[in-house]
């Protein structure tokens, strides 16, 4: 198992630390970086200023919101960025939910799964760069069709560093995990548990059986994230994560459309979502936070000193289909190589 560390996304600014983070995800020999957007910062500023200060770490985006951009826009950017890196760039993609991609970005959010595998085959046709790029789907058509009328197929006029850059899909219900196991390069789960293992394998299990699959399990990256706070007391360290699982089990999307949510009902938590979420909408949020159980923050961040954690990585992590997990936080010098080692080994 690979090792990656996430910035994520800003608060009211830049997070404080981030230079000295990169320097030590360097050093340390971790194996990727990666930022992230909501509705604030975007994922590509960010990698492409922090990854300027690094020369090994691969760099990827978790994630880029598709409604953000227009598929060329994003295979521009990335290409750019995978020349300056010299190839490490890793595209991290997704659809995000209604509230952000029709509230935000003022764009239509139905059909998901299909606006996603138009979306990557225009990006792999402007890296492919063997001819002017032409496409013709439901969302997207090259050249649009209307407007002027004097739209004109065009070729890239940089030619990429890599024809093939890798692409993975932030993905959660098991039709989009399916999806990103047809036609990615990775799958980078949120709020991914040890308990749901089965699932998520039977989910890519059927996309790698569909025809022009470009990989099976043994060259598929997954790339989970995975929340880190340490503490010699297990419960002063979950209480620094329940805000966070309740504003994503409560707080995100609309009551009967949070995809977060069914995430934690499919780990057993229903009743406690149910109360989280009713808490989170009526302007509770401090209540909805106590309102989680510790023994759910556990089914998916690593809490509690770190011996514990390094346990938990060996005897739960481990043994699931992630290929690399993706702290939150880097881990405290003084326990890093303890933790390191249990995720390595």
């Not at 402007?126 to 997207?140: L, S």
């Not at 995100?252 to 909408?281: I, P, S």
């Amino acid at each position: 198992m690979k090792i990656g560390i996430a910035a994520g996304y800003w608060g009211a600014g830049p997070p404080a630390g981030a230079e000295r983070l990169v320097a030590e995800v360097e050093s340390c020999g971790v194996d990727s970086f990666w930022t992230a957007e909501a509705y604030g910062s975007d994922a590509l500023t960010p990698l492409a200023w922090w990854g300027s200060q690094t020369s090994t770490v691969k760099l990827g985006t978790s994630v880029c919101q598709m409604a953000a951009r227009t598929p060329t826009a994003l295979a521009m950017a990335a290409q750019t960025i995978d020349h300056l890196s010299g190839g490490r760039m890793i595209v991290g993609i997704g659809a995000s939910g209604p509230q952000v991609v029709e509230g935000w970005y003022g764009q239509p959010y139905p059909r998901p799964l299909e606006r996603t595998r138009e979306y990557v085959d225009i990006m792999r046709a402007v890296w492919a760069r063997d001819k002017p790029v032409t496409f013709k789907g439901r969302h997207y058509q090259l050249p649009f069709e209307g407007g002027t009328g004097l739209g004109k197929p065009l070729k890239s006029i940089v030619h990429p560093l890599r024809r093939d850059i890798p692409i993975y899909m932030g993905a959660e219900g098991p039709r989009n995990v399916a999806l990103a196991a047809e036609i990615a390069d990775g799958w980078i789960p949120l709020w991914f548990s040890p308990k749901t293992d089965d699932f998520y394998r039977a989910a890519l299990t059927e996309g790698f059986s569909r025809d022009h699959a470009r990989h099976d399990a043994s060259t598929f990256e997954a790339a989970g994230m995975c929340p880190l706070a340490e503490d010699d007391d297990v419960e002063k360290a979950a209480a620094r994560i329940k805000p966070l699982v309740a504003l994503y089990a409560g707080g995100m999307g609309a009551k009967d459309a949070n995809f977060h949510t069914d995430v934690f009902v499919r780990m057993g938590w229903a009743d406690v979502c149910e109360e989280v979420q009713k808490l989170y909408l009526s302007g509770r949020p401090e209540l909805a936070a106590q309102a989680v159980p510790t023994e759910m923050v556990e089914d998916v961040a690593l809490v509690g000193p770190a011996d514990k954690i390094a346990e938990d990585i060996e005897r739960r992590w481990k043994k699931t289909c992630l290929t690399t997990l993706i702290l939150t936080s880097m881990p405290r010098e003084d326990t890093r190589a303890r933790i390191f080692e249990a995720i390595r080994a």
